[in-house]
């Protein structure tokens, strides 16, 4: 079984927000796929089925952000999924808007959703794939950039974005983390 992750806030409200962006990646993910989530589970919602002849579940924490690992911790002991069968998708301040990267470990970065998850697996060991959101501009507070909706100009950058990561999870489920990371680590935006 793999255990796929998608961080973001629960709500209407939250959706379309940069801090959402490991929500609508495992959405799009799901909707590729014919998946649905249709049932609660651990403070998530659950979508279960196979990909690509993979066992996965994905799972959007109900928790909010801050508190993901309540949520992961949880589901990662319920269904026994070894860390190496556990991506975590979530947004990355540090990254270029509509770059991902895969990784096979690491800290937070400051991300309180990953230092949540962490904390809970008392461990950093575990894939994460980081998609772009970009600094905010100016002097702007970045915990309300990220609580800011991409810009209409955005959009399309994030669209691609998102088929990328899409792909880029494929690969790791058929072919495994190095191979996704040789052929999906280099795109930069075009």
Not at 55 to 76: C, D, I, K, W, Y
């Amino acid at each position: 079984m793999y255990l796929l992750i998608g961080l973001g806030n629960p709500g209407v409200r939250y959706a379309r927000n940069r801090h959402n962006i490991g929500f609508q990646c495992l959405q799009r993910l799901a909707a590729r796929h014919g998946l649905e989530f249709t049932r609660q589970q651990k403070n998530a919602r659950i979508a279960q089925g196979t990909i690509l002849g993979q066992p996965v579940l994905l799972a959007l924490p109900q928790t909010f952000m801050n508190e993901s690992g309540r949520s992961v911790g949880p589901l990662v002991q319920f269904y026994k999924v070894p860390l190496d069968h556990l991506l975590v998708v979530y947004d990355d301040l540090d990254l270029p808007l509509g770059v991902l990267r895969l990784r096979p470990d690491g800290g937070s970065g400051g991300h309180r959703g990953m230092q949540s998850i962490i904390q809970h697996l008392g461990t950093n060991a575990f894939p994460r794939l980081r998609l772009g959101i970009g600094r905010p501009p100016g002097g702007k507070d970045p915990a309300d950039y990220v609580l800011e909706d991409f810009r209409p100009d955005e959009e399309p950058i994030v669209d691609e974005m998102l088929d990328r990561a899409v792909a880029a999870i494929g690969c790791w489920l058929t072919e495994g983390l190095e191979k996704a990371m040789s052929l999906y680590n280099r795109q930069e935006v075009t």
